[in-house]
């Protein structure tokens, strides 16, 4: 059974940066499909960046060259960089596996973008 855990959020200036990892009990099988989530409150949720089992990464256009997804497989984690941040990406960032079907959630962390 996997479980994970975000880290790594919090308050930060427009314009910084922030760096969340997710740690999963199990291992992160290199056929695992990860991605970040965020979720706003009374917006949808959204998909922030992906990485493929292929090492593939799409993002949405609201981050593209700014955030960056990896993984490191023997670490079992996964994270997000997260660069000149803006007003607008503050939410919670939800950790999200797919593995051989099955699909696992974070509880999610939280980033405020405030000055």
């Known amino acids: 059974q996997v479980q994970l855990v975000e880290s790594g959020g919090g308050l930060v200036q427009p314009g910084g940066s922030l760096r969340l990892s997710c740690a999963a009990s199990g291992s992160i099988f290199s056929d695992s499909f990860m991605a970040w989530y965020r979720q706003t409150p009374g917006k949808q949720r959204e998909l922030v960046a992906a990485i493929t089992p292929g090492g593939s990464t799409n993002y949405a256009n609201s981050v593209k060259g700014r955030f960056t997804i990896s993984r490191d497989n023997i670490k079992n984690m996964v994270y997000l960089q997260m660069n000149s941040l803006k007003p607008e990406d503050t939410s919670v960032y939800y950790c999200?596996?797919?593995?051989?079907?099955?699909?696992?959630w974070g509880q999610g962390t939280q980033v405020t973008v405030s000055s």
């Open positions: 999200f596996v797919r593995r051989w079907g099955t699909e696992y």
